[in-house]
């Protein structure tokens, strides 16, 4: 199972984002305000997985995070490419689904409100039982871009979010 440990965000003028995390069931909802209309917006995921505290004397250089997803896609093309991995394909459906969520994938991404009310990790998942080792925090950073159309290289940075987690064994 995986346990939320914290989450953490910052937003800019024209997108906003509120994250709340629900100890009770282990699952978050978020919020997002869009205050003018993004061409082409674009996700993206990284998924990081922190050394383990060591305490042995002979450790003196310190362990950098290991990647285990790194990403980018327009939203729009969303679909078309998280079917693609599995890991993430049940948690996406269930994110997303229609009742648990009206967050537009469109591009361009129109002006409005959209909500994600139920984002969790099922514990059958089996990503969390590959992910698991004793102690471990991970780590999902997100950033929402917003693609210049005219030449598709220029990003600015929307928002962006931190999201912690330890995944532990149960009964």
């Not at 922190?50 to 939203?75: F, G, V």
């Not at 994600?116 to 102690?135: C, G, S, W």
Request: hydrophobic fraction near 40%; include cysteine; proline fraction near 5%.
């Amino acid at each position: 199972m995986m346990k939320l440990v914290g989450v953490k965000s910052w937003d800019t003028p024209n997108y906003g984002l509120k994250i709340n995390i629900f100890e009770k069931n282990n699952s978050m909802s978020s919020v997002t305000t869009v205050r003018q209309d993004v061409a082409i917006p674009l996700w993206h995921l990284v998924l990081l997985q922190h050394p383990r505290k060591r305490s042995s004397a002979s450790a003196t250089r310190a362990e950098l995070p290991r990647t285990l997803y790194n990403s980018t896609m327009k939203t729009c093309d969303f679909w078309k490419y998280i079917r693609h991995v599995s890991a993430w394909n049940n948690v996406a459906k269930l994110m997303l689904a229609k009742g648990a969520s009206n967050m537009s994938l469109a591009c361009p991404l129109k002006t409005g409100v959209y909500m994600m009310n139920r984002i969790q990790v099922p514990p059958e998942t089996a990503i969390l039982k590959f992910m698991y080792h004793p102690n471990t925090l991970y780590t999902l950073e997100g950033t929402v871009y917003a693609q210049n159309p005219n030449d598709k290289v220029i990003k600015r940075a929307l928002c962006h979010y931190e999201i912690n987690a330890t995944i532990y064994k149960s009964c």
